[in-house]
């Protein structure tokens, strides 16, 4: 094998293509889909990296990993060490090694990138994560003395996980609420299987058992408890808020109460938190549909149908989306895998009813699309055209155009002010502090829905806070 | 988990437990339900909360054994204990003091009208409570309706109690009799539901209903509980169960409940079999 140590060799080689599964096999089985790096592989591609003394990668991070320096351990064949590195400013490098939009981030900013294809910075991350993993040696971090403060964390996604993992690390007494039966967020019931092994998600929550945070699952906060009971009665110092974004979105047209038409979370959801694509093993169905249409083009949208297309009885999936592909917001890696797995995009057309017989969905009446000229932000407006319209024959509809944030918390508290769409307005920004005292909110409940990078950005500036703030309290 | 500290069986199919949960107990009020998984492989089923006891930690609630789930609900035993129990979920029912509370509850829907009348008669309400079922043996908790209502009523369909005919019958004779009613509540069957709410709507007498849409999170986040009340969208998981009677889509809403029928039916008869001899059921319509 050649020598790959720091070999700067940026475009005199193309970038590595990870393996993935045969496309025709995958479309059948909820197994990953992309299979990541082999060692030699990994080296190869760590090859390219420039080692830029002033990183431009680092600059598009939202946690600002240590990319180069993490790079050059790769090269050098000391994977655990490089492992050790992006943990130190990202706790859950296996998830998003493989879900976050590299392309909008770090390798969007790659100067390799510039006149050829970027350093393949997430496959890295996704291959030096994994690795330490299956040979890791137990190196928990080291956790410091305890503080004798508590501190509560409501809702186990990224932001509440990754807010949770830094207080704990500076030893504190930490207990996460979670509403669901199982932690995780959007990144359990929403990221589907073949994207995100469920495996790799409850390996980075037992790490975070073993840091000594407990996690306690079915507790709706808001309802079982206002956050000054948790405050006043339970003696928690703080809370921090990561409730997320999850409230769904519906079109607003005729024909949404028909059978056959979901929110692309309870599709989602029953498939993912419920298994029932295992129905009747699990209790919870996903009715017996043969086509399957699903509205919007955003990650959520692309899980929806590569989902749909996994179900034994879906023959055909439709992608319906009212602008072109370039406008698609989802990662271009799951529109490639869409498109080979064979999913049918329908672009530039817009849902204005859905139409059923007998209660249940038949088709859905669309309106084509036009698409103007770019905007000051540079997004292209879609207008519809006259008499254009087109119906399109499916059983189900799975509509995926986002989400709006959950109400239940701050309902139940006069004092948490929020904006007028209900996302926690955070009065100091550096830490995340909410307007309620002792109280601070983070990820997809205060920006709208966002990345699970910034989610878990957003978690770790407000467990700096929360630390300072705890820590000046005299009790 | 969730012990089950108590099991009893009122009527053909229709069981209470006591189940211990005492966070829980310590926030439930009259109206409001929990989620429920039995085992991992279970599915999430909203069950109306029919009495908290902040004292003892436990609450009471009332499962009718129709689909898989409450089947094999039905044979757990005291001392078995539930994997999730998730709650308090949805708002409580309004309690005031509106003056003459008329409660209609159609069958099971007895069990989670009683916390409501209880509630309402604390409350200094004159509480009318009209029962009906199929049959005599179907009619729930009659003495512990008594005890919280001022009257109480009675039909059966076929007339082996009370009198014979549907529960709207007694609402309409009330009606026209001009007792001076305030207020209707009315939980049980979608179509009983809907027969009180066309009833009332003539004579503009506010009116509302508990309902009990397929839920899976029951905290606003998947949409699958959603219901038209007044041309508007609600999750009833959030913004109810109870809603304006006069103002809901029953027909949606019982669309909406068949959606699963076919698989529902798989779940059970493969249960069914594969669990030796559970118990003589019958098959129940609830909706
Ligand atoms: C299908 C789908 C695919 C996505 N794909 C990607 C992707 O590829 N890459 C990417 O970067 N981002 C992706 N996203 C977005 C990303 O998942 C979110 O931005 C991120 O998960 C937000 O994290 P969070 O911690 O703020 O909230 P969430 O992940 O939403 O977690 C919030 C948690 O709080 C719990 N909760 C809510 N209310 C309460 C309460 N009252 N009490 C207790 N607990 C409560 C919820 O049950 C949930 O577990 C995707 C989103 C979806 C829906
Ligand atoms: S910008 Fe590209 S080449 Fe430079 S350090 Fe980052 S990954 Fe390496
Ligand atoms: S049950 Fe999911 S939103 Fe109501």
């Not at chain 2, 409580?92 to 509630?119: C, K, N, Y």
């Not at chain 2, 209903?209 to 508007?232: F, H, K």
């Amino acid at each position: 094998m050649t020598d790959t140590k720091n070999q700067k060799l940026g475009n005199k080689i193309p970038r590595t293509s990870a393996l993935e599964q045969d496309p025709e096999e995958r479309s059948k089985n909820f197994q990953e889909v992309c299979l990541g790096y082999t060692p030699a592989m990994a080296q190869l591609e760590a090859s390219r990296c420039l080692l830029c003394k002033k990183p431009k990668c680092v600059l598009g991070c939202p946690v600002r990993v240590a990319i180069p320096d993490f790079i050059k351990l790769v090269s050098e064949g000391d994977f655990i060490g490089a492992a050790r590195k992006v943990k130190e400013a990202n706790s859950l490098p296996a998830v998003t090694g493989r879900v976050c939009p590299q392309e909008d981030q770090c390798e969007k900013h790659c100067v390799v990138g510039l006149k050829g294809e970027p350093v393949a910075i997430g496959k890295l991350e996704r291959f030096v994560a994994d690795y330490e993993r299956v040979h890791g040696k137990e190196a928990l971090e080291k956790v410091a003395d305890p503080t004798g403060k508590k501190i509560a964390i409501v809702g186990a996604g990224p932001a509440g996980l990754s807010a949770a993992a830094d207080l704990a690390k500076r030893g504190h007494e930490v207990v996460i609420f979670e509403a669901l039966h199982k932690p995780g967020g959007v990144l359990f019931y929403g990221i589907p299987e073949f994207r995100l092994p469920k495996e790799i998600l409850e390996a980075e929550l037992d790490y975070l058992e073993r840091l000594g945070i407990k996690i306690k699952v079915n507790y709706v906060i808001g309802k079982i408890k206002t956050l000054d009971e948790l405050m006043k009665e339970d003696n928690f110092d703080a809370v921090f808020i990561g409730t997320g974004a999850g409230l769904p979105y519906f079109l607003d047209i005729p024909g949404e109460n028909l059978n056959g038409v979901y929110s692309a979370n309870e599709f989602l959801t029953r498939v993912n938190l419920m298994h029932a694509w295992e129905f009747p093993v699990f209790d919870t169905p996903v009715h017996a549909h043969k086509i399957v249409a699903v509205v919007g083009g955003g990650n959520t949208a692309l899980d929806a149908a590569r989902t749909a297309l996994r179900l034994p009885t879906v023959e055909k999936v439709k992608l319906i989306y009212r602008r072109s592909r370039d406008e698609l917001p989802a990662r271009i890696e799951e529109v490639e895998h869409a498109e080979a797995e064979g999913i049918e995009f329908h672009y530039l057309v817009s849902p204005v009813a859905i139409k059923g017989e007998n209660g249940w969905t038949t088709s859905i009446q669309c309106v084509q699309m036009e698409l103007g000229e770019p905007d000051e932000s540079g997004r292209r407006h879609a207008h519809a055209k006259e008499d254009s319209e087109v119906f399109i024959e499916t059983d189900a509809v799975v509509i995926a155009l986002g989400s709006g944030v959950n109400p239940l918390i701050s309902k139940s508290s006069s004092e948490l002010k929020t904006d007028s769409k209900g996302h926690i307005e955070v009065a100091d920004p550096d830490v995340n502090l909410t307007s309620k005292k002792g109280v601070f909110a983070g990820g997809d409940i205060v920006t709208g829905a966002a990345t699970v990078i910034s989610a878990m950005g957003a978690g770790r500036k407000a467990a700096k806070g929360i630390h300072d703030y705890v820590m000046s309290l005299t009790k | 988990m969730f012990k089950i500290l108590e099991k009893d069986n009122l009527a053909p199919q229709v069981f209470r437990y006591v189940v211990e949960a005492p966070e829980i107990a310590n926030k439930a009020e009259a109206g409001q339900f929990v989620i429920i998984r039995i085992d991992e492989t279970g599915e999430r089923i909203p069950i109306t909360i029919c009495d908290a006891n902040r004292k003892s930690g436990t609450l009471t609630f009332f499962v009718q054994a129709v689909g898989k789930t409450s089947i094999e609900m039905s044979l757990m035993q005291v001392g078995d204990s539930i994997l999730d129990v998730v709650g308090p979920l949805g708002n409580q029912s309004e309690i005031e003091r509106f003056g003459t509370v008329v409660l209609v509850g159609g069958g099971f829907g007895i069990a989670a009208i009683h916390p409501i009348a209880q509630a309402l008669s604390n409350t200094g309400n004159k509480t009318i409570s009209i029962l009906g079922a199929r049959t005599k043996e179907l009619i729930l908790l009659e003495n512990e309706m008594k005890n919280v209502s001022s009257e109480v009523r009675i039909a059966t369909d076929d007339g082996s109690y009370g009198s014979k005919g549907f529960v709207t019958d007694i609402l309409k004779e009330m009606i026209q009799n001009n007792v001076v009613i305030d207020r209707v509540i009315s939980i049980g069957p979608l179509v009983m539901m809907k027969a009180v709410a066309d009833l009332t709507r003539q004579y503009e007498i506010p009116t509302f209903a508990s309902l009990n849409p397929i839920m899976i999170d029951g905290t606003g986040m998947c949409g699958a509980c959603r219901v038209t009340v007044g041309n508007e969208m609600k999750f009833a998981c959030v913004d109810g169960p109870e809603f304006d009677a006069h103002q809901v889509d029953f027909e949606g809403l019982l669309n909406r409940l068949g959606s699963y029928l076919p698989e529902e039916k798989e779940s059970k008869e493969r249960y069914l079999k594969e669990t030796p001899a559970p118990c003589q059921l019958e098959p129940v319509s609830n909706i």
